[in-house]
């Protein structure tokens, strides 16, 4: 058995090739340094072969059977070895795929990103996948040597990284400039235009060592269920503070309304007069406030549509229902009220 062996390890030294199980892989380092001359090396359709000594490429054979004699390729006389009388050559050879490789996953955490509707610091995580192409085989090689990372996975860790990387900082830097909800940003509404930025922001970090991405895809923000379920409850309440004229007005009529649900089940079931009470203070409180608002002079047509449009996306008909909602608590006066509803039924 050891002979059987020992003749197939002979066999393979003298055919050269990139393993059956790397096909799939963009980098395939050969694992052998030590080459005989009238060795044969098959060079895949969509791939090249490097040679490399001492860190720079001395030279490529791209597709097809190539017999490594110094007669056909000139090159080899470079990585010729003395003491073996002119038999052997010594050099790294690379395999590098030139096609277009898709579905490669990235992800991790970006980081607290501060959301601009609300001011929150969250927590953050990206994930997705993309495609790319190696335009320069020879930078990547070189680069790849440079930097000790000469297998596939070395290569792809570094390289997801790089992705990662440029990500979290456009990702933080395109909330800030363009003042993008979080909630907005995590549904998915700005993929397009975050993807086309990380692409440009990816260029200068890959270019140099002869790649593309070509496109992202699958690319997703996420947070985790509970700091959504926060930013949302806030957002629904910086929206209904804009439509009653200010959070403090807000803050007033949830206030009283709270009171007089507190003070109508604080009186127990025996103690009807105490819940009666309860109930009546409750609701004097809120007509207190109610008449308060009514003494404010009428905002202009102009004011109130600012009121009820400025920043908000919704369509007319959530609007109607959230206005009625604040009526009903007492925050919007029956003048508010119906001049904001005339102004919203214009748009439906």
Excluded: C
């Excluded at 335009?135 to 990284?161: C, H, I, Y």
């Excluded at 940003?185 to 993807?195: H, K």
């Excluded at 004097?284 to 920043?311: C, H, I, K, L, Y």
Aim: hydrophobic share 40%; aromatic share 8%; net charge neutral.
């Amino acid at each position: 058995m050891g002979i059987f062996d020992s003749i197939k390890g002979e066999a393979k030294r003298n055919f050269i090739a990139r393993a059956d199980e790397a096909k799939g892989e963009i980098v395939y380092k050969y694992p052998e340094k030590n080459v005989r001359m009238m060795t044969q090396l098959t060079v895949d359709a969509d791939e090249v072969a490097l040679f490399v000594k001492d860190g720079k490429v001395e030279g490529k054979l791209g597709p097809g059977r190539h017999q490594l004699d110094t007669s056909n390729i000139p090159f080899l006389s470079r990585l010729l070895e003395g003491f073996t009388g002119g038999n052997m050559f010594m050099a790294e050879i690379f395999f590098v795929s030139t096609r277009e490789h898709t579905g490669v996953k990235f992800g991790g955490p970006i980081g607290d990103v501060r959301d601009p509707e609300t001011g929150l610091g969250i927590g953050t995580m990206v994930y997705g996948d993309f495609s790319i192409r190696v335009t320069e085989p020879e930078k990547l090689v070189v680069g790849l040597v440079g930097m000790g990372r000469a297998s596939n996975e070395e290569f792809l860790g570094w390289f997801k990284g790089q992705v990662l990387k440029v990500t979290r900082d456009r990702t933080a830097e395109l909330m800030v400039k363009k003042k993008w909800p979080l909630l907005d940003v995590t549904s998915g509404a700005y993929v397009e235009e975050m993807e086309t930025e990380i692409l440009a922001g990816l260029k200068p970090h890959v270019d140099s060592y002869g790649l593309t991405i070509v496109r992202m895809g699958n690319f997703h923000v996420s947070i985790k269920p509970e700091d959504e379920a926060t930013l949302k409850k806030l957002s629904k309440d910086v929206a209904y503070s804009r439509l009653a004229g200010g959070f403090q007005q807000y803050a007033q009529g949830q206030a009283m309304l709270g009171a007089s649900e507190g003070m109508a089940k604080g009186g127990g079931g025996s103690d009807g007069a105490l819940q009666g009470m309860g109930m009546g203070m409750g609701f004097g409180m809120a007509q207190a406030f109610s008449n308060q608002q009514q003494q404010r002079p009428a905002q202009p047509t102009e004011q109130v549509v600012a009121t009820a449009n400025t920043g908000d996306t919704r369509s007319p008909a959530v609007r109607l229902k959230e206005i009625k909602e604040l009526k009903d608590a007492g925050v919007l006066s029956d003048e508010e009220y119906a001049a904001k509803r005339a102004e919203l039924m214009k748009l439906l």
